[in-house]
């Protein structure tokens, strides 16, 4: 079955690291997405993607880059980890933007 | 900007009865998508309801309706016969594809938690 996995599920690290998130979907869909989730925020979209070579920034880009060299990928990184980035971070997809998303099981990052 | 709006952040049902969720945007666009997702305890975020704005029949699937007034700017989510499997935070969610070039939006509500109670 297609599905959509990210990794690692938790990660601990240190204000001022290097941190990637992968998330890798199985779906072959063009579109694909991260969001974090804190509370009394909802999600927040950070980055997307409608394909490969192609990024695009969200409502709360800053601090974060991804890049798309294949369909199935969209890594996210945080160049330099900061404290107010601990959250859970959301990988989803889709092929058409109207469609609904198929979200990842999340991951839970702190940075400390 | 577009804002979504969800007033209850905690409400509760017993068992087989209905409850209904509400929430509310604001928008200038004409042309957007409407979502409600449920995200269980699990943490995994699933589809609940999609809708369409261009489309006037609320959208239905099986236990779970919306009343969508466009006009009103108003998406709320109706559980009927609700289940102990229905515990969930629930989205409202509004999306406002780019129109040839333009920003891709996806503004999610900041949930409302819901307890079925046997």
């Known amino acids: 079955d297609a599905e959509i996995t990210q990794s690692p599920r938790h990660k601990i690290t240190e204000t001022g690291r290097q941190v990637t998130l992968a998330c890798h979907q199985t779906?072959?869909?063009?579109?694909m997405f991260w969001y974090r989730q804190d509370l009394g925020h909802g999600l927040r979209l950070i980055h997307y993607?409608?394909?490969?070579?192609?990024?695009n920034k969200g409502e709360v880009s800053d601090g974060y880059s991804v890049s798309r060299s294949n369909t199935e990928d969209l890594p996210l990184t945080l160049e330099s980890a900061a404290s107010s980035q601990t959250s859970v971070y959301f990988c989803a997809s889709n092929d058409r933007l109207g469609d609904t998303q198929y979200f990842g099981p999340g991951t839970r990052l702190t940075v400390l | 900007a577009q804002t979504v709006t969800q007033s209850q952040p905690e409400m509760s049902v017993q068992e087989a009865e209905t409850v209904t969720l509400s929430c509310t945007y604001d928008?200038?666009?004409?042309?957007?998508?409407l979502f409600w997702y449920k995200q269980p305890p699990s943490r995994q975020m699933i589809l609940v309801i999609r809708?369409?704005?261009?489309?006037?029949q609320n959208a239905t699937e099986n236990r779970f309706s919306v009343n969508f007034q466009k006009a009103a700017k108003s998406f709320s989510l109706k559980i009927s016969d609700s289940q102990l499997g229905d515990t969930a935070m629930y989205f409202c969610?509004?999306?406002?594809?780019?129109?040839?070039?333009?920003?891709?939006?996806?503004?999610f509500g900041t949930g409302t938690r819901l307890k079925v109670l046997a």
């Open positions: 969610a509004f999306m406002k594809p780019p129109i040839t070039s333009g920003t891709y939006k996806y503004i």
């Open positions: 809708q369409e704005a261009y489309k006037q």
């Open positions: 993607s409608y394909g490969v070579q192609d990024t």
């Open positions: 779906w072959n869909h063009n579109n």
């Open positions: 928008t200038s666009e004409s042309n957007y998508y």
